[in-house]
């Protein structure tokens, strides 16, 4: 799984932080998300599936890897 | 069960759907839209697309490879108008009867308006198509008037301010956003318009509008005052778009009652906007017109449709952007709840505070403060007690980073 993340969309919610805080952080200064793993491990997948899912921004978009699909 | 219908196409309608795909549902999905655009994001409309910073197209939600990766018969353009809840059947607008096995109803809510709201030069703020006429009017560099000081009537206020326009807030209310934050917040958010110079007409009710020629000429006073203007932006809020459910014996009061699993009958669920329902976390009936609702709540009814039963207990979160400034909240905020300053200072325009009621923290709130805030909320999952605050008056920022 690829993680792409929109950081002109980014409105700060800080939502993928709450699901997935391994993959996802927030600047310090303005809150805007910051990837923290580009490509996380499987066990992590559905967690960011969930931060797709709830960010209210639509600043999240994920590529699954070919033998996933 | 065989099918399964979603009315509204929205943020709410298009999450159901999308959930019930990724949980399984491999049956009949009937999407039903009333606008004939595919699905489209609310919160940018008050803000990039009216200043002009996003393209409309920016707003869409999915691509059309996504949507039709739904597997789902797409109705836009297409409005219900009567629900048969007996007979299992939903009637278009064009006479069709589509029948369903369970039902997700996702209707959102219509914005009120005044008496001649019919004049030229009078907006409301709902749609995309909405947001693309006020653009365009806005466009003309006319003297404009917002009524009504909640979330969307300052967002559009510091939108049209952005673009360098003459611009009043009338607001009956002594500030701004008073219902959602109370007094302390309004008189910031007032202070942050008068600093962009926005001027602001609080305290006083609109009585009516004013126009000649079929056009709007301005805005008149309860006391006698009148107000020139351009351009008038209804921003009075919004009703619950239940019209069409009339008489389908489902519970119609401040929108759609639902028990606390969104289940309004049985196999008939209710999300977003158009929802109320009991939200055992704050042990309170609430409907809720935030953006992030609407995905969770959609989520959450999708589950229960499928089997589970999960009452839909979140900490509701919602933000609004105006000029510079971010405010985010999460939980909830009782008028006559407590309120302190638990991290930095207003005057530095970067604080947090929180919010009591009955011996719990029950709301925190961020103005230009998301991590302090999304760490804060912490103690609004955990119904923190409001001690907490009384005997540590304030956190430090290193302990809330």
Sequence with gaps: MKVIVDQNKCVASGQCVLSAPEVFDQRAEDGIVVLRAETPPEGLADDVRQAVALCPAQAIWVEEQEDEQ | ?401
């Design chain 2, 1 to 401: 069960m065989k099918r399964i219908v979603i009315v509204g196409a929205s943020a709410a309608g298009l999450t159901a759907a999308e959930t019930l795909r990724r949980r399984g549902w491999d049956g009949r999905l009937t999407l039903i839209g009333e606008e004939s655009r595919p699905p489209y994001d609310r919160p940018p409309l008050s803000k990039q697309i009216l200043t002009g910073a996003w393209g409309p197209e920016r707003a869409t939600l999915r691509s059309l490879p996504d949507l039709a990766r739904l597997r789902a018969d797409l109705r836009l353009g297409q409005r219900a108008v009567a629900l048969d809840v007996p007979g299992r059947r939903v009637r278009l607008g064009g006479g069709e009867s589509i029948g369903f096995d369970a039902l997700v109803i996702a209707t959102g809510v219509a914005p009120r308006r005044l008496p001649d709201s019919d004049l030229a030069g009078v907006h409301v703020l709902r749609s995309l198509d909405d947001a693309i006429a006020l653009r365009a009017a806005l466009r003309a560099g006319p003297r404009v008037v917002v009524v009504g000081a909640g979330f969307l009537g300052t967002e559009v206020a510091a939108a049209a301010r952005a673009m360098g326009l003459d611009v009043t807030v009338a607001e009956p209310e002594p500030v701004p956003v008073r219902r959602p934050f109370g007094d302390r917040i309004g008189a910031l958010v007032a202070a942050l318009h008068r600093d962009h110079g926005t001027r602001l007409r609080c305290g006083v009710p609109v009585r009516r509008l004013r126009g000649a020629g079929g056009r709007v000429t301005g805005v008149e006073f309860g006391d006698g005052t009148t107000l020139p203007a351009d351009i008038v932006v209804l921003a009075l809020g919004a009703r619950p778009a239940t019209v069409w459910l009339e008489g389908s014996g489902l519970r119609l009061g401040d929108g759609v009652g639902c028990d606390a699993n969104c289940q309004a009958a049985p196999g008939i669920y209710a999300a977003g906007d158009v929802a109320s329902w009991p939200n055992a976390h704050f042990g309170t009936r609430m409907r809720l017109e935030h953006r992030m609702n609407a995905t969770e709540q959609a989520m959450a009814a999708a589950g229960n449709l499928l089997g589970d039963v999960t009452p839909f207990a979140p900490v509701p979160y919602f933000w609004t952007d105006q000029y510079d400034t971010r405010i985010q909240a999460y939980g909830i905020f009782p008028p006559d709840a407590e309120m302190r300053i638990v991290h930095g200072d207003p005057s530095d325009s970067h604080f947090a505070a929180a919010y009591g009621h009955h011996g719990r923290v029950v709301g925190v709130l961020g103005w230009n403060a998301p991590r302090q805030v999304r760490t804060l909320r912490r103690l609004v999952v955990d119904r923190a007690p409001w001690t907490t605050f009384a005997a540590i008056p304030a956190l430090s920022p290193a302990t809330v980073n």
